[in-house]
């Protein structure tokens, strides 16, 4: 069993930067993704971005790549997503997830899920 719990979400201007942070425990396998996913009100869930938990490659959605970035610290237990240039746009609940998924953006593969933080980007 994999708990995950995010954090850092809040109310950000247009063009400001948050951090949010995935802390995980459990049983994580060295062959899980972590993959970042959020939800604007009325919208699907889209995948955002993804980092391997022992090999540290990174994948990214269209949308954000060169704007975000996700990391992980050296005890493989906390994952974070660094959102710069923010827009309205990226106004959403973001969830991190884990699993042993079958390609980056495979939402459904991943098996484990945070509660969600919520990411307001407003003037």
């Known amino acids: 069993q994999v708990q995950l719990v995010e954090s850092g979400g809040g109310l950000v201007q247009p063009g400001g930067s948050l951090r949010l942070s995935c802390a995980a425990s459990?049983?994580?396998?060295?062959?899980?993704?972590l993959g970042w996913f959020r939800q604007a009100p009325g919208k699907e869930r889209e995948f955002v971005g993804a980092i391997n938990w022992s090999g540290g490659w990174t994948y990214y959605a269209t949308s954000v790549k060169g704007r975000f970035t996700i990391s992980r610290d050296n005890a493989k237990t906390t994952v974070y997503l660094q959102m710069t240039s923010l827009k309205p746009e990226d106004t959403a609940v973001y969830y991190c997830?884990?699993?042993?998924?079958?390609?980056?953006?495979?939402?459904?593969?991943?098996?484990?899920w945070g509660q969600g933080t919520q990411v307001t980007v407003s003037s």
């Open positions: 997830a884990t699993g042993n998924v079958r390609g980056p953006s495979a939402q459904y593969d991943y098996d484990y």
């Open positions: 459990g049983r994580i396998l060295n062959n899980y993704v």
